[in-house]
């Protein structure tokens, strides 16, 4: 997501070309990035990534991208109107398939959904801020023509509640609509918050989970210990993505989970993805990197596996500090 403000077509296709070099066949995007969402910078991400894909074995890698929803203000985008309804899926699927420079994508993602749901650090549902709404079966209906068509071949959800994934497999259960197969929403040391309730869900549905923001938007690698400012960082660059690690207790979990990496030689990065990767219910974890070194350090961590005691280690911090940065 990075791809198109932070980081140049270079650096991006380097960053491709190493990643697929050690295994890595899934990449994941979306029509809205790069982050920070703008006019001028969207759809950049899917072009950089279409122009690596075309000189690539399409049918070795899996690619993932999103529509994005209704819940944020982008009025760049198909005119600010982004209901999941049938013409904007149409017309988002197009627009993506011709930056990505491909015939299909192996899987397409409600970004967020159509309908009202506490996102991005919000812990609290408030019906008063429910709003006008797409029918969950009238989207399942769109989708299967364009996946009738060859668009794409799976369909998944992002930033979703239990209740809407379970509406989402109901619906497509009575109706013979595409069943979603996966759930693509923040997962990490400190946001715990799939393991009760979606967690449940993922078991009975077989909805896995791609979990997003594994190092928790860099924060538990351990450079923002103390609020130390670093320049060209998200934090530096985009203060308001970083809210939800800005909160009371981040802080002291992170330097918790930090003793934690010390204690088992580990580097806080190293614990961080590996813990994300050790979960029952995590079928891929998503990673991000702004520069080559970064990325090398996160594929490295799929050498680490945790077993017996630091287990009991992280549940120990996890019990003073539960889910601080939700």
Same mark, same amino acid.
């Given at each position: 997501?990075?791809?198109?403000? &932070? ?23 979306? /029509? ?18 279409? /122009? ?69 650090? &919000? ?8 709003? /006008? ?75 896995? #989970? #791609? ?16 609020? &130390? ?36 030689? #580990? ?25 080559? /070194? &970064? ?32």
């Amino acid at each position: 997501m990075t791809y198109g403000h &932070q980081n140049t077509i270079e650096e991006a296709h380097q960053q491709l070309d190493y990643a697929l070099e050690q295994g890595i066949n899934f990449l994941d995007t979306a /029509e809205m990035y790069p982050v920070p969402p703008r006019g001028e910078t969207q759809g950049k991400t899917e072009a950089y990534i279409g /122009e690596w894909l075309k000189n690539q074995q399409r049918d070795k890698l899996i690619v993932a991208t999103k529509i994005a929803g209704p819940g944020r203000p982008f009025t760049w985008l198909r005119d600010g109107n982004n209901k999941i309804d049938h013409k904007n899926i149409q017309q988002a699927v197009n627009d993506s398939l011709q930056r990505l420079q491909t015939d299909y994508i192996d899987l397409y993602q409600i970004h967020w959904p159509d309908r009202y749901v506490p996102t991005f650090g &919000q812990t609290v549902y408030n019906p008063e801020f429910e709003r /006008e709404t797409i029918p969950i079966a009238e989207q399942l209906a769109a989708f299967a023509e364009v996946i009738k068509a060859g668009k794409i071949r799976y369909l998944g959800l992002s930033n979703e509640t239990p209740w809407g994934v379970s509406e989402f497999i109901r619906i497509a259960n009575q109706l013979g609509l595409p069943k979603v197969v996966s759930i693509q929403n923040a997962y990490n040391l400190l946001n715990r918050n799939f393991d009760s309730a979606l967690a449940e869900v993922s078991r009975y549905t077989d909805v896995g #989970l #791609l979990a997003y923001s594994p190092l928790a938007f860099g924060f538990l690698t351990g450079k923002y210990i103390h609020n &130390q400012q670093l320049e060209n960082t998200r934090i530096s660059l985009f203060p308001g993505f970083g809210q939800r690690y800005l909160k009371p207790n981040v802080q002291e979990a992170i330097i918790a989970y930090a003793e934690v990496a010390k204690k088992y030689n #580990l580097t806080s990065a190293q614990l961080a993805l590996a813990f994300v990767r050790s979960r029952w219910f995590v079928k891929s974890t998503i990673i991000g990197a702004t520069s080559l /070194e &970064q990325l090398k350090e996160n594929i490295d961590s799929v050498n680490v596996v945790l077993e017996g005691e630091i287990f009991e280690d992280l549940n120990a911090v996890y019990t003073c500090y539960p889910n601080p940065a939700p």
